[in-house]
């Protein structure tokens, strides 16, 4: 039995000439001699070291993205880096939020973060 929506609009196999190519490095470019307020900067946790550059991005005012799997096996060291993130964030009274288990989310002062996916289904 055909489906409601092939009834209504009609079936229509797509084809590869369907499809358009995107070629994303036109919406990659910034405009020359205009520069943003707040970035979205991306770090990689893999020694305490490595907190220094990220808690000056914050400071700073930019949204980090931090990838912490390569310390997830060390339980010492991930529970000093998030309780080192957590007192950064009371800090500068920003907000920190999980991106599933390998991924955190950082913001700076009056940047919070929301808990409820767009489509209303809590992460």
Not at 26 to 40: C, H, K, P, R
Not at 72 to 95: A, F, M, P, S, W
Request: no cysteine.
């Amino acid at each position: 039995m055909p489906r409601l929506s092939d009834r209504l609009f009609g079936k229509k196999e797509l084809d590869v000439d369907d499809y358009v190519e995107l070629d994303l490095s036109d919406y990659e470019n910034v405009f020359e001699g205009e520069s943003a307020e707040l970035y979205v900067k991306i770090a990689e946790i893999r020694n305490l070291n490595d907190l220094h550059e990220l808690k000056r991005e914050i400071y700073n005012g930019n949204i980090v993205i931090v990838d912490i799997s390569a310390i997830r096996k060390d339980k010492i060291l991930i529970d000093r880096v998030i309780k080192d993130l957590k007192q950064l964030i009371i800090d500068v009274r920003g907000d920190i939020a999980g991106l599933g288990e390998e991924q955190l989310i950082l913001t700076p002062t009056s940047i919070g973060i929301d808990r409820e996916k767009i489509n209303n289904a809590s992460y």
